[in-house]
């Protein structure tokens, strides 16, 4: 199969699209406007529950809705494009919108590191013994998740994107660094671009000879958007990926495919479950991870079936994140007490080894906040979340466990109160 993407352009295209009406066209477009849209035929054809479509969660994953903006920012870019303001005009609106919507959560400019005084701008290395690295060829996705913290990556005009393609200034790093240990291809999504252009990355990282070096991961959605990527008898290059996940495996190195699924529905198909088995084949491990978002796996049930579907397919749970305060989170949000909740009651009823999951974490700027619980004081009554940083930009203050005043609406550790002192006994 070939890929056919589909951007606010050409999505009337689709046969599809004749059962929509027209005013939710019409708002796909405006919202377009400030939020990247994009699908492919994979997507449209295989994912989406088209009879259902207004709660259908991959639907909801890739078309923008009206509701993903403030309604006044709506309105405001709405007008703009149907008074047929000069498009500069209408980008100026748009990039207005976008700068509002807090493109870069979580001081990730502030993990931007420099080699011999140089900044490094397609790097970040905000923990101890991770670096990630934004390879440019893969800052782009097979389709865009409505969700997506990283959404800058996709708008040009903002230039606001993470890249680089000097992978060597990133080997001289490492040397220089010899308490970092994995390497995580990120972007945009890493399994967009050709094997042949990942392996000249790979080349370059066994030829510069890196001792430290012992896990290369690569963040991507492709397994849900686009599992052709690792299918031989749909895709040309496919084997070839694959065969380079074998050579980085028997090179020495730990190889992790870190996969993103939002919902079990995800992989019901035949070309993800067989992608899965191709990928484990060749001596890589999957591990899952996503956001919890509300209008798409707001529920138990959800997740406890993603999770346990995940280890029956041979993949490894690993995160359940709170959505970063980025892009239309107002709308995928689920405050702190609910998404606790409902990870205690999914994580329940999951299997022995579906409890592998890390959750519910917030990446926040000084690290990833883990709510290990919610408890309550005897003399008074008053509750406070149990958390940890499972991650701390000082790896020192990692798995210390403190306690934040409870606050039924919170959504982020920032709104929180710490508390100073807890009197457990009379005197």
Same mark, same amino acid.
């Given at each position: 199969?070939?890929?056919?993407?589909?951007?606010?352009?050409?999505?009337?295209? $689709?046969?599809?699209?004749?059962?929509?009406?027209?005013?939710?066209?019409?708002?796909?477009?405006?919202?377009?406007?400030?939020?990247?849209?994009? *699908?492919?035929?994979?997507?449209?054809?295989?994912?989406?529950?088209? /009879?259902?479509?207004? +709660?259908?969660?991959?639907?909801?994953?890739?078309? @923008?809705?009206?509701?993903?903006?403030?309604?006044?920012?709506?309105?405001?870019?709405?007008?703009?494009?149907?008074?047929?303001?000069?498009?500069?005009?209408? =980008?100026?609106?748009?990039?207005? $919108?976008?700068?509002?919507?807090?493109?870069?959560?979580?001081?990730?400019?502030?993990?931007? @590191?420099?080699?011999?005084?140089?900044?490094? @701008?397609?790097?970040?290395?905000?923990?101890?013994?991770?670096?990630?690295?934004?390879? +440019?060829?893969?800052? =782009?996705?097979?389709?865009?998740?409505?969700?997506?913290?990283?959404?800058?990556?996709?708008?040009?005009? %903002?230039?606001?994107?993470?890249?680089?393609?000097?992978?060597?200034?990133?080997?001289?790093?490492?040397?220089?660094?010899?308490?970092?240990?994995? %390497?995580?291809?990120?972007?945009?999504?890493?399994?967009?671009?050709?094997?042949? =252009?990942?392996?000249?990355?790979?080349?370059?990282?066994?030829? /510069?000879?890196?001792?430290?070096?012992?896990?290369?991961?690569?963040?991507?959605?492709?397994?849900?958007?686009?599992?052709?990527?690792?299918?031989?008898?749909?895709?040309?290059?496919?084997?070839?990926?694959?065969?380079?996940?074998?050579?980085?495996?028997?090179?020495?190195?730990?190889?992790? $495919?870190?996969?993103?699924?939002?919902?079990?529905?995800?992989?019901?198909?035949? *070309?993800?479950?067989?992608?899965?088995?191709?990928?484990?084949?060749?001596? /890589?491990?999957?591990?899952?991870?996503?956001?919890?978002?509300?209008?798409?796996?707001?529920?138990?049930?959800?997740? /406890?079936?993603?999770?346990?579907?995940?280890?029956?397919?041979?993949?490894?749970?690993?995160?359940?994140?709170?959505?970063?305060?980025?892009?239309?989170?107002?709308?995928?949000?689920?405050?702190?007490?609910?998404?606790?909740?409902?990870?205690?009651?999914?994580?329940?009823?999951?299997?022995?080894?579906?409890? =592998?999951?890390?959750?519910?974490?917030?990446?926040?700027?000084?690290?990833?906040?883990?709510? %290990?619980?919610?408890?309550?004081?005897?003399?008074?009554?008053?509750?406070?979340?149990?958390?940890?940083?499972?991650?701390?930009?000082?790896?020192?203050?990692?798995?210390?466990?403190?306690?934040?005043?409870?606050?039924?609406?919170?959504?982020?550790?920032?709104?929180?109160?710490?508390?100073?002192?807890?009197?457990?006994?009379?005197?």
């Amino acid at each position: 199969m070939k890929i056919v993407s589909y951007n606010v352009k050409n999505f009337r295209q $689709i046969e599809y699209m004749k059962m929509l009406p027209e005013e939710v066209k019409h708002e796909i477009e405006i919202v377009s406007r400030v939020l990247p849209f994009k *699908a492919n035929n994979y997507v449209i054809d295989y994912l989406i529950d088209w /009879a259902n479509y207004e +709660t259908d969660p991959c639907y909801i994953l890739t078309f @923008p809705n009206k509701h993903m903006l403030k309604q006044e920012d709506y309105n405001e870019i709405k007008e703009a494009v149907e008074t047929g303001l000069p498009e500069n005009e209408i =980008t100026k609106i748009a990039n207005k $919108i976008r700068l509002s919507l807090n493109p870069h959560p979580a001081q990730q400019e502030s993990n931007i @590191p420099s080699l011999n005084g140089e900044p490094l @701008p397609g790097v970040q290395h905000k923990y101890r013994d991770i670096a990630l690295f934004f390879p +440019t060829q893969g800052q =782009t996705c097979h389709a865009n998740c409505t969700f997506c913290f990283r959404w800058p990556q996709f708008v040009k005009d %903002l230039d606001l994107q993470f890249s680089m393609k000097e992978i060597d200034r990133v080997c001289d790093y490492f040397k220089q660094h010899e308490h970092l240990h994995e %390497l995580l291809f990120t972007g945009g999504d890493p399994m967009i671009m050709s094997p042949r =252009t990942i392996s000249k990355y790979i080349d370059k990282i066994f030829e /510069a000879d890196i001792p430290n070096l012992k896990t290369i991961r690569f963040g991507t959605k492709s397994l849900t958007w686009w599992p052709f990527v690792f299918l031989p008898e749909y895709n040309d290059e496919a084997q070839e990926m694959l065969d380079l996940f074998k050579r980085i495996v028997d090179g020495g190195l730990h190889l992790s $495919i870190m996969a993103h699924f939002n919902h079990y529905q995800e992989m019901e198909t035949d *070309a993800v479950r067989q992608a899965v088995k191709n990928i484990r084949a060749t001596g /890589a491990e999957i591990r899952t991870q996503s956001p919890l978002l509300n209008n798409i796996n707001a529920s138990a049930d959800i997740w /406890a079936e993603m999770w346990d579907k995940q280890v029956s397919m041979g993949m490894i749970p690993y995160y359940m994140f709170i959505e970063r305060e980025t892009g239309p989170y107002q709308y995928f949000q689920v405050p702190l007490a609910k998404a606790y909740d409902i990870y205690t009651k999914a994580i329940r009823k999951t299997s022995s080894l579906a409890k =592998t999951v890390t959750a519910p974490s917030m990446s926040a700027a000084m690290g990833k906040a883990q709510i %290990l619980g919610v408890q309550e004081n005897p003399l008074n009554g008053e509750k406070y979340f149990n958390i940890q940083y499972i991650r701390h930009r000082d790896y020192k203050q990692s798995y210390k466990p403190f306690l934040m005043h409870y606050d039924e609406e919170a959504t982020w550790i920032d709104q929180l109160k710490p508390v100073e002192k807890v009197e457990l006994v009379n005197g």
